[in-house]
Nanobody
Framework: QVQLVESGGGLVQPGGSLRLSCAAS????????MAWYRQAPGKQRELVAQ???????NYANSVKGRFTISRDNAKNTVYLQMNSLKLEDTAVYYC?????WGQGTLVTVSS
């Protein structure tokens, strides 16, 4: 089972940008689907974006047009570029292949 480690979270003002990274301990080439989920305080974990091995992506309606998921199979890394951040994007963001989960990285959007 691959191990996943997220990074790149932090404090950002509304309208700002962050780029999250998810480094896998093993090869991503054999993993079809990689995804980012998030969990806000007091809320259930929700899907943010997912991407297939060949790069097909889909997004939650709440982030469509603002977030971009990508993967570099050669570097065993998945990314989440987050632009035009809103207060409601505040959450712990998790990377997963739907079997293994990272420990999460906190994104706080606040003025």
């Amino acid at each position: 089972q691959v191990q996943l480690v997220e990074s790149g979270g932090g404090l950002v003002q509304p309208g700002g940008s962050l780029r999250l990274s998810c480094a896998a301990s093993g090869s991503l080439s054999g993993i079809n689907l990689m995804a980012w989920y998030r969990q806000a305080p007091g809320k259930q974990r929700e899907l943010v974006a997912q991407i297939t091995r060949v790069g097909f992506a889909n997004y939650a309606n709440s982030v469509k047009g603002r977030f971009t998921i990508s993967r570099d199979n050669a570097k065993n890394t998945v990314y989440l570029q987050m632009n035009s951040l809103k207060l409601e994007d505040t959450a712990v963001y998790y990377c997963t292949d739907l079997y293994a989960w990272g420990q999460g990285t906190l994104v706080t959007v606040s003025s």
